[in-house]
């Protein structure tokens, strides 16, 4: 199955206009740690049903979150930047 990366804005209107699960039948979807505490906190899925739905869908495995890993070698090119590249 192909993969997607996905960020917060991504998720959120995809789950707002009930699309999100179809999505997640159709690709690998793929989140960063940092889009899964921006848009599945404990007080979000209190408050936002679309928070709820992202948070049971990485609970089920239909979003994977992985940590973002940047590789030494990147600096050069982004003038020492910090930015991800990488998946683990």
């Known amino acids: 199955m192909a993969q ?5 804005s991504a998720l959120i209107l995809l789950a ?3 699309l999100l699960e179809i999505v997640c039948d159709l ?15 404990e007080d979000l899925v209190k ?6 739905l992202i948070s049971d869908l990485i609970s089920k495995g239909a ?4 940590a973002v890993i940047v590789s030494p070698c990147l600096y050069r090119f982004t ?3 910090k930015t991800p590249c990488c998946w683990q």
């Open 4 to 8: 997607m990366v996905a960020d917060s």
């Open 16 to 18: 707002k206009c009930s």
């Open 27 to 41: 690709f690998d979807i793929i989140v960063p740690k940092a889009v899964n505490i921006e848009v599945a906190s």
């Open 47 to 52: 408050n936002y049903p679309d928070a709820a």
């Open 63 to 66: 979003i994977k979150v992985l």
């Open 79 to 81: 003038g020492g930047k």
